[in-house]
C-alpha cells in the first residue's frame, strides 16, 4: 500500500523533528554521564562550518567524515538515477512501451490502480526533479565555494540514499499501465501551472542565495580569495539566515501542488524536508549569532517571520 510509503516518509520526517527538538531542549537535561551520547549525537547532525559547534572531536569520530564538498555526488547520483526514470517513464507515456517488470512489482506491491489524471502529473513532478539535481549539480561544479568542511560518513550514505528514494517515491505515484492513448495538453491542469510558476520562481532565489554565497568568498574578478565564513546579505538573506533551505522547502511544495495538491505520500515528504532543513538551518543560524557580534537580530532561522 501506498501507506507504507507514507509511513516510512512520516517516520524520517519525526526523526528529523527529534534531533531538532533534543538539538534546543534535551541537551540542557543531559547530565555528565550523556556527554558522550549529546557529542555523538551532535557530530551526526552538524556538517560544514557547524561542525565547530562540537568541539575537538576524538581520533576515531575524525575518521568517519568525509569533505562537505561530496555534497556534489548526490546531484550526480540524482541525475543519473532520475534521468534513467524519467527516460522509461517518457518512454511509456509517449511510445506506449510498458514500464520495467521491476517497476511493475513495485506497483503491484504497492497496490496501485490506473488513474489516468496522475500520468502526467507524475512525469512532470520527475522531469522539476531532475532538473532540480541537474541545476545544484551545476551550482556545486561551477558557482559554491566549498571550504575544507566536513560531514559524517551517515550522512554521506544517507543524501546519496535520499536521492534515489525521492525519485522513485514519485514513480510510484503512477498507474503500471502509463500509457492511456490521450493527448498530453488535454492533461494539462491548472495546478500544473501553479506548481511550475512556483518551482521557477523558488529555483531562481535559490540560485541567487547560492551566488552571494560563493561571492563572499571572491574578489571583484570572480576568484576566489579565501574560504572564510562572512554575514550575508541581499535577497532573501535579508529575512532569513538560510534562504537557500526556504527555497528547497518552495521546491517540494511546488512538486506537491503539481502533483495535483491531494497526494499525501508527497506532502509526507514535504514533511520530511521541513524538518531536515529546519535542523540545518537553526544549527546555522546558531553560528551566525555565535561568530558575528553585530548580526541582524530581525533574521529568523528558516521562514521569513515565522521561524
Not at 557530530?43 to 560544514?48: E, K, S
Request: aromatic share 14%; glycine share 6%; proline share 3%.
Amino acid at each position: 500500500m501506498l501507506a507504507v510509503l507514507a509511513a516510512a516518509w512520516s517516520l524520517l520526517a519525526a526523526a528529523f523533528l527529534a534531533a531538532l527538538l533534543l538539538l534546543r531542549w534535551g541537551a540542557r537535561r543531559l547530565g555528565a554521564a550523556g556527554l558522550l551520547i549529546s557529542g555523538l549525537f551532535q557530530d551526526l547532525i552538524r556538517y560544514g562550518k557547524t561542525k565547530r559547534g562540537c568541539g575537538q572531536l576524538p581520533g576515531w569520530l575524525r575518521l568517519l567524515q568525509v569533505p562537505k564538498r561530496w555534497f556534489t555526488h548526490f546531484y550526480v547520483v540524482s541525475v543519473l538515477w532520475n534521468g534513467f526514470l524519467l527516460i522509461w517513464l517518457f518512454r511509456a507515456e509517449f511510445i506506449g512501451e510498458s514500464l520495467p517488470s521491476w517497476i511493475q512489482h513495485m506497483h503491484h506491491a504497492l497496490g496501485r490502480d490506473s488513474q489516468n489524471s496522475e500520468h502526467v502529473s507524475a512525469l512532470l513532478v520527475l522531469l522539476l526533479l531532475w532538473l532540480h539535481s541537474c541545476r545544484r549539480l551545476a551550482e556545486c561544479l561551477w558557482t559554491s565555494v566549498f571550504s575544507n568542511g566536513v560531514i559524517h560518513i551517515v550522512q554521506y550514505c544517507f543524501g546519496l540514499g535520499y536521492y534515489i528514494a525521492v525519485g522513485s517515491t514519485v514513480l510510484c505515484q503512477v498507474p503500471a499501465n502509463v500509457s492511456n492513448g490521450k493527448e498530453l495538453s488535454v492533461q494539462i491542469c491548472w495546478y500544473h501551472i501553479v506548481g511550475v510558476t512556483m518551482y521557477i520562481w523558488a529555483s531562481l532565489h535559490q540560485h541567487r542565495c547560492l551566488a552571494i554565497l560563493a561571492n563572499l568568498r571572491k574578489n571583484s574578478s570572480g576568484k576566489v580569495v579565501n574560504l572564510s565564513h562572512n554575514v550575508p546579505f541581499g535577497d532573501w538573506f535579508e529575512s532569513v539566515s538560510c534562504p537557500h533551505y526556504f527555497a528547497e522547502l518552495l521546491i517540494y511544495v511546488s512538486m506537491a501542488i503539481a502533483l495535483g495538491i491531494h497526494n499525501v505520500t508527497w506532502w509526507c515528504v514535504v514533511m520530511y524536508v521541513f524538518f531536515n532543513q529546519a535542523l540545518a538551518a537553526v544549527l546555522c543560524h546558531e553560528f551566525y549569532q555565535k561568530n558575528f557580534s553585530s548580526y541582524p537580530k530581525h533574521r529568523k532561522a528558516f521562514i521569513p517571520l515565522v521561524f
